[in-house]
């Protein structure tokens, strides 16, 4: 590593700042790291004096690591000798980064070389030094190492420091002003004069669109007397630069979860690449964008106050109004069924029985109602008293539950209609209540802070949690999952069974204060003081899109359809309804709290074993998804590779700690552990007679061992110049492939351990091979975004072949292919990667080298595939900790219909030649289901007709 102390002098830095951040945050250091390496200082500025000698034209070059997921045991020697050649340290501190050991790790690195007043802060989430206060219930977003002092050792110290901050968030600095903080802290000059500076050229840039504009005008009139031919060229390069500026907005759109509006820029970026006489640009982004909901209309005179409720089986939803009556609601036809009248003001709430024939209110008044939906009965539970807040029925029928101002929550019996106990125990209004699904419990949260779980036999209060805001509404799920919302904008999920609290939803920025989840439990719905709704996967924990359509605070959800259509009602008096795209994989669950490296289904295919970079090995039942057991933490780090032998008597790990271990699979008990590697160990290999186990290191080096005793059968295979990240042995035992950052793939005889030839083909760093069941084929994944096969069969296993593959399949756009995996008959190959186009895994037909499908889910990363025994299902990890399962006969031979398909740029790409009238069509069908029109250059709500 370079020497930091002969560093120090303005001369020989590399970098200008080195940008520190989570992987969970990639979106936030891109944007950052274009964005300052672009900035054009003032000329004004440009030469004058600073603490880094003169003020340079450009901030550039900037140091952000791209190219490995930061999981090294400790600093790797290029980002030790980056952070040493770098002189500022920017830190995206986020409630992710704030965790994240790496972050950590760099700022202490930084701060040891004596830097510490060269570090920037750009707050994008949490809250700076939030966790002074456990109790808060908010998010640090600052690492320790930025909270305190760093000794010349590496070593944090209790004395605190006052970080350097630019923040991003709602109500503070905003994008521009923290830029500009940023390059002001970089550049030694002062704020104001830059952002004044930024001002002026701001406004200079207007006059000079202005006079632009007005010279293009002048230039048309010209170009009508020298001929039509240049008027279409200026035509053309106006489209072209409409085009870019809609591939602009659809990365902005999606960088901030709104699908919606991503696809309708998308389609005008189609339709104005093809009017500018070129193919639509950054295909591989469009292609991969997909609708999770679209709009299915919206009741503009519902005059909705609250009480909003569907029908079991979800026809028919009802509403209450601000002058008392409800309207009950035929969803499909579009129209009013019936008018209930008797409440004294606003409707508060409202809810069906099970059996959809009775229906339940409560209102302002303090009235409780029970009327029939078909006849004209109806019943006054509760005469006028506190106004109720919320009401809910149990899973049978039986009881009624309502809750409101006089802290209570009263039981009723919808048989007897009458009241059977009021349970005590808030100490102020409660918000919201909900039945478990087994009607054993019910949930409340209250005004005094609290969510309590009541046992429904004693009527007594069993569990409760405080928290240091106030919670708003709880939901259960089908599964029994509650979740809480609170007034920060968080949503909290309960394991109610344990009584403890198991994941945090982010993304709202004001309070939450309604909840649904979908019939199976799978989608949570969440409507926001923010004027939003968010769709969250439950089990993944992640949000999968936000649904604009309103102008004031959301105050009800509720799915319909058998969680086909979502329906929002808003302080705006309105209610829309959305269509639910159904997801594409089967399942998915938060499998470790790290990403997800390696995958490996038991022999039968019944259990699923994962490890992650959490350094845990667990597994799973393969239908239910609960774990069935986590193995003893015998490794120090993170576990990059696990691997059945044949006929699953053992299971292999190897990781970050450099060790193999060999387990028992009968016993889950360790048989033998090995340092087998003086680096990283990044892929292990089991031969298929279940003798040897192959390894790849990051010490450049393959080694070959003997299972169980692990002791090694050949010296190590030193053929690599790079860091080794993948090997495989073939299916007849012949072969051993080894793959590394030098680009190259080793063949190496299996009997002998001797070098037979590499495969060269690859331009960046290959890290997967896999061997097909046959042993015809073998796939190599690499960071030049390409799949390559080479025929490696015997009456082909010559050099001269193997100078060039088989063929190149070309579908990901992204860095690296991470992971790749053979269907057990040969007929698919899955690849997961890093992808800018969020289309993280896919899969090929590998005799006509053809993609199959794309299949969205993951965040970021795809590291981890592996097909079950049978074929049926492919299992994928992630870098966002969860496991998702896929079906495969849901995309192969034949990809099933859906009722209605989400990916529809992806439809339109994949048939070309392309024409402008079908881009057209296709524009107007996409602003129909989003519900969006261009107004100028922005995506603007379609104004809807009264009464639709």
Request: aromatic share 8%; proline share 5%.
């Amino acid at each position: 590593m370079t020497d930091p102390a002969r560093l120090d002098h303005p001369d020989n830095f590399k970098y200008w700042a080195f940008i520190s951040y989570s992987h969970a945050d990639e979106v936030w250091a891109k944007w950052l790291h274009r964005t300052l390496e672009t900035y054009r200082v003032p000329l004004a500025l440009v030469g004058r004096p600073s603490r880094n000698g003169a003020v340079p034209r450009r901030i550039f070059p900037l140091f952000r690591d791209r190219e490995e997921l930061p999981t090294s045991a400790s600093l790797s020697d290029n980002i030790g000798d980056a952070l040493a050649r770098s002189r500022y340290l920017i830190v995206i501190c986020s409630a992710r980064a704030a965790v994240s050991r790496w972050v950590n790790e760099e700022v202490k690195a930084f701060k040891a070389l004596g830097r510490s007043d060269r570090i920037l802060c750009l707050i994008v989430d949490g809250e700076p030094n939030a966790s002074d206060d456990p109790h808060s219930g908010l998010l640090e977003c600052f690492p320790a190492a930025v909270r305190h002092d760093v000794s010349p050792t590496g070593e944090i110290l209790d004395s605190r420091t006052e970080p350097i901050a630019a923040d991003v968030r709602a109500g503070k600095d905003g994008k521009s002003n923290a830029r500009l903080k940023l390059l002001a802290g970089i550049l030694g000059v002062n704020f104001d004069a830059l952002r004044q500076r930024e001002r002026r050229r701001r406004i200079w840039r207007r006059i000079m669109i202005g006079v632009g504009a007005g010279a293009v005008a002048a230039l048309i009139g010209a170009v009508w007397y020298r001929g039509h031919l240049e008027a279409r060229q200026i035509q053309r390069a106006q489209d072209l630069r409409l085009a870019q500026l809609m591939i602009q907005k659809t990365k902005e759109a999606l960088a901030h979860g709104d699908d919606a509006s991503a696809m309708f820029y998308g389609a005008n970026a189609i339709e104005y690449s093809l009017l500018a006489g070129v193919r639509p640009l950054e295909s591989d982004l469009l292609q991969s964008l997909t609708l999770s909901a679209f709009t299915r209309g919206r009741v503009n005179d519902a005059k909705f106050s609250g009480g909003l409720a569907v029908s079991p089986g979800g026809k028919r939803m009802v509403w209450g109004r601000k002058d008392g009556t409800l309207v009950l609601w035929d969803i499909a036809a579009k129209r009013p069924l019936r008018i209930f009248a008797g409440h004294k003001g606003p409707v508060s709430a409202a809810v069906f029985t099970p059996d959809g024939a009775w229906l339940a209110t409560a209102g302002s008044d303090g009235t409780v109602r029970l009327w029939s939906v078909a006849g004209k009965s109806v019943y006054l539970l509760a005469a006028k008293g506190p106004a109720v807040r919320s009401l809910a029925v149990s899973g049978d029928g039986a009881l009624l539950a309502a809750a409101g101002a006089d802290w209570k929550i009263h039981l009723w019996s919808i048989a007897r209609r009458q009241e059977l106990r009021a349970l005590t125990g808030h100490s102020d209004q409660i918000n919201s209540i909900a039945f478990s699904p087994d009607g054993i419990h019910l949930a409340s949260a209250a005004q005094d802070r609290q969510i309590a779980l009541w046992k429904l036999a004693s009527g007594r209060m069993e569990k409760r949690f405080r928290y240091r805001i106030v919670p708003r509404a709880v939901a259960f799920g089908s599964t029994g999952e509650l979740a809480a919302s609170l007034f920060d904008g968080t949503i909290r999920l309960w394991d109610t069974a344990r009584w403890r609290e198991t994941g945090v939803l982010q993304g709202h920025f004001r309070m939450v204060d309604t909840l649904a989840f979908s019939p199976d439990g799978q989608i949570l719905a969440s409507g926001s003081d923010d004027w939003t709704v968010a769709l969250w996967d439950v089990s993944a924990r992640q949000k999968i899109t936000t649904l604009s359509e309103h102008s004031r605070p959301i105050k009800a959800v509720a799915f319909a359809d058998n969680g086909a259509t979502l329906v929002a009602g808003s302080e705006d008096e309105t209610i829309s309804l959305w269509h639910i795209v159904p997801q594409l994989y089967v399942s998915s669950f938060e499998a470790h709290e790290g990403a997800v490296r390696s995958l490996a289904f038991a022999p039968g295919g019944q259990a699923l074993v994962s490890a992650g970079e959490d350094g845990m090995i667990r597994v799973w039942d393969v239908g239910t998804h609960r774990q069935l057991y986590e193995f003893p933490h015998l490794h120090d780090d993170a576990v990059y590779a696990v691997a059945f032998t044949p006929g699953g008597r053992y299971l292999l790990s190897a990781g970050r700690d450099h060790r193999i271990v060999v387990w028992d699979w009968a016993t889950k008990r360790k048989v033998k552990t090995v340092i087998g590697h003086s680096a990283w160990i990044f892929g292990l290999a089991v031969s298929p007679d279940g003798k040897a186990v192959a390894t790849a290191g990051w010490d450049d080096k393959v080694k070959v061992w003997s299972v169980p005793q692990l002791r090694p059968l050949a010296p190590p295979l030193a053929e690599h110049t790079a860091p080794v990240g993948g090997v495989a042995f073939s299916p007849d035992g012949r072969l051993l492939a080894s793959a590394g950052n030098d680009t190259k793939i080793w063949l190496w005889d299996a009997r002998t351990f001797k070098p037979i030839a590499p495969l060269t083909g690859h331009t960046e760093v290959v890290r997967p091979v896999v061997f097909d069941p046959d042993s015809g084929l073998l796939a190599s994944g690499s960071g030049d975004h390409h799949i390559k096969l080479w025929d490696v069969s015997p009456p082909r296993r010559d050099l001269a072949l193997r100078k060039n593959p088989l063929a190149t399949l070309e579908g990901h756009h992204s860095y690296m292919v991470w992971a790749l995996a053979f269907s057990p008959d040969g007929r698919l190959l899955a690849s997961g990667s890093q992808s800018d186009d969020r289309q993280t895994v896919r899969l090929w037909d590998v005799r006509r080298r053809r993609l199959v499908a794309r299949l969205p889910g993951h965040r970021d990363y795809a590291l981890a595939l592996a097909f079950s025994p049978d074929g049926k299902r492919l299992a994928s990890g992630g870098s966002d900790g969860t496991i998702r399962f896929w079906r495969t006969s849901d995309f192969w031979p034949a990809p099933k219909t859906r009722s209605v398909s989400g990916a529809l740029l992806q439809e339109f790409l994949d048939s070309p030649p392309y024409r402008t009238d079908l881009a057209e069509a296709l524009l107007r069908k996409i602003g129909a289901i989003t519900g969006l029109e261009l107004v100028g250059t922005d995506a603007q709500p379609i104004e809807h007709a009264a009464g639709e």
